[in-house]
């Protein structure tokens, strides 16, 4: 089972760069999330959708946009990258928001803003 | 407001010995309380997740937790390590009122032979 995939693995950016973050799955999942991991910190959640044609923010949203035209894909945009971007970001995905539901996340994007 | 904590960045243990990881949560309602734990280059994996019920929890890779409503507190526990179990690990909250999931810090494990 593919569960929740994310492309690149890896990725070097020069600063004002931009470039797109893919994620998908394939579990028939609406709610969908983008988190940054940096050390220490735990994971912050940047933006998350409830399904196809809807997004909200989350609690760092700034210098990122998402988009969700289908179920499967929700991926995150960077459109001017600097280096307090470098991080790792994962893309979550889970049946229900609320309750015992757990979240099922992809491997990450390692980014490094240089 | 929700919140989450893990008071130990690193806990080392020998393979063989008890492990316990430590959270304490703060939430206004009732408490959905997970663990995930994190291996190198890879993303987070659900290990076990306290809904209301029994006290302790039991999960997958012999893991289990302790929910402690009145220190409010969610440890999680194993009763041999393996040097296997070295990890990043999670613990997150989310109340009842649909809240969002709130990750702590992480407390790396690392078990030696």
């Known amino acids: 089972n593919a569960g929740v995939t994310q492309t690149p693995k890896f990725r070097i950016l020069k600063i004002g760069q931009s470039m797109t973050l893919q994620c998908a799955q394939d579990?028939?999942?609406?709610?969908m999330y983008w988190y940054r991991q940096d050390p220490g910190m735990g994971l912050k959640l940047i933006y998350y959708?409830?399904?196809?044609?809807?997004?909200d923010k989350g609690e760092v949203p700034n210098g990122y946009n998402v988009s969700r035209s289908t179920t499967e894909d929700f991926p995150l945009r960077l459109e001017l990258a600097a280096p307090s971007q470098t991080s790792v970001y994962f893309c979550a995905s889970s049946y229900r928001p609320t309750g015992s539901e757990p979240q099922h996340f992809g491997d990450g994007t390692r980014l490094s803003i240089l | 407001a929700q919140s989450v904590a893990q008071p130990e960045d690193q806990v080392n243990v020998a393979e063989g010995n008890p492990l316990t990881v430590k959270c304490t949560y703060s939430v206004s309602g009732n408490p959905y309380l997970f663990w995930y734990v994190q291996y190198p280059n890879r993303g987070l994996q659900f290990l076990l997740k306290?809904?209301?019920?029994?006290?302790l929890v039991k999960g997958s890779y012999g893991f289990e937790a302790e929910f402690n409503k009145s220190q409010t507190s969610f440890h999680l526990k194993k009763p041999s390590a393996l040097v296997s179990d070295s990890a990043l690990y999670f613990c997150?909250?989310?109340?009842?009122?649909?809240?969002?999931?709130?990750f702590g810090q992480g407390t790396e494990l690392s078990v030696k032979p």
């Open positions: 997150a909250v989310r109340d009842d009122q649909g809240g969002k999931l709130i």
């Open positions: 579990m028939n999942h609406n709610y």
């Open positions: 959708s409830v399904g196809a044609g809807i997004t």
């Open positions: 306290y809904i209301t019920g029994d006290n």
